[in-house]
C-alpha cells in the first residue's frame, strides 16, 4: 500500500481532520471564533473532540456543508467522512441527492447572508456541490469580482482552495512542494504550469503532516501543508476545481 494511503487508513479523527484545514483561515482570523488554538493543538495530535466541534459550529462557510451532508447521510456533522466528504471530496459526497443537497444548503446559506449576497439564489443550484471548491467559487463573492482590476480576489481565490503538491523537499519548518496556482488570464481562470515553492507545515515545533519525505502529496490551505493526500484525492480534487472554473467561465467573472 502507497505511504499516504497506508497513513490515511490509520484512521484520523474528524475533529483532527477538521482541525487540520480550519486552522490556516483561522489563524489569519478570516473563519471561525477569533483564535481558536484548540485547532492547532488537534491537528497535531492532541485531539479535544468536543472544543473542536464546538468552534466547527462557529465557522459560517464549513459547517452548513458538514451539518447538511451529515443529516442527509445519518451521520454526525463531525464523523470523519463527511469532514473529509466536505474538505476533499469522497464517495459519502459522491453519492449524495444533489438536488435535495443543494435546496437545503442554499436556504441556509440565504439565512445566514440575508441580503448581502443576492447571487445565492436559486440560479445558483446548477452549481452547488457539498464541497470547498464549490464554496470558494460559487458562494463567497470573490470569483465575481475578479474584472474588478484588482489582485485581492484571485489571491483569495488561490489560498482559499484547497490545492495539492507533490513534496520535493523538507526543510526544518516549511516544504518545498511542487504546485500549480490559479492564473487569470482574458478573463478566464485556469491553472498554470508547475512550479515549486515553498509553504509552512508546522506551529510551535509540530507538524500537520507528521514525517514528510520526498514524494508525499500533500493539501495546501492558506500557504499551509495541512494534510497528506492520495493519488486518487488529488484527482478528485482537481476534477471538482476544473468543474468549477468551467462553471465560472460561463456564468462571467463580473
Same mark, same amino acid.
Given at each position: ?5 497506508? @497513513?490515511?487508513?490509520? #484512521?484520523?479523527? =474528524?475533529?483532527?481532520?477538521? /482541525? %487540520?484545514? $480550519?486552522? +490556516?483561515?483561522?489563524? @489569519?482570523?478570516?473563519? #471561525?471564533?477569533? =483564535?481558536?488554538?484548540?485547532? /492547532? %493543538?488537534? $491537528?497535531? +495530535? ?209
Amino acid at each position: 500500500m502507497p505511504r499516504a494511503d497506508r @497513513l490515511l487508513a490509520e #484512521g484520523v479523527s =474528524g475533529s483532527v481532520l477538521f /482541525a %487540520r484545514y $480550519a486552522h +490556516g483561515p483561522n489563524a @489569519l482570523g478570516y473563519c #471561525g471564533p477569533a =483564535g481558536a488554538a484548540v485547532l /492547532a %493543538r488537534a $491537528a497535531c +495530535g492532541q485531539d479535544e473532540p468536543a472544543a473542536v466541534e464546538a468552534a466547527a459550529r462557529r465557522f459560517s462557510g464549513a459547517w452548513p456543508y458538514q451539518e447538511t451532508i451529515a443529516n442527509l447521510t445519518g451521520r454526525s456533522p463531525m464523523d470523519p467522512d463527511v469532514v473529509r466528504g466536505y474538505w476533499v471530496g469522497n464517495q459519502l459526497t459522491d453519492e449524495l441527492p444533489r438536488e435535495q443537497f443543494a435546496e437545503v444548503l442554499l436556504s441556509n446559506l440565504r439565512a445566514q447572508a440575508g441580503h448581502y449576497w443576492p447571487h445565492l439564489s436559486e440560479d445558483l443550484s446548477a452549481e452547488v456541490a457539498p464541497s470547498h471548491t464549490f464554496h470558494v467559487f460559487g458562494v463567497y463573492p470573490w470569483s465575481r469580482l475578479l474584472d474588478a482590476g484588482r489582485p485581492e480576489p484571485l489571491h483569495v481565490l488561490e489560498s482559499c482552495r484547497i490545492g495539492w503538491g507533490r513534496v520535493i523537499a523538507v526543510h526544518a519548518d516549511q516544504l518545498t512542494v511542487r504546485t500549480r496556482r490559479l492564473d487569470l488570464t482574458d478573463g478566464r481562470l485556469s491553472l498554470s504550469a508547475e512550479y515549486d515553492r515553498r509553504v509552512d507545515y508546522r506551529v510551535d515545533g509540530d507538524a500537520f503532516v507528521a514525517d514528510p519525505v520526498e514524494g508525499d502529496l500533500v493539501a495546501l490551505h492558506w500557504d499551509f501543508a495541512c494534510d497528506r493526500l492520495t493519488e486518487f484525492e488529488v484527482t478528485r480534487l482537481e476534477a471538482d476545481l476544473m468543474r468549477q472554473l468551467e462553471l465560472v467561465a460561463q456564468r462571467g467573472t463580473s
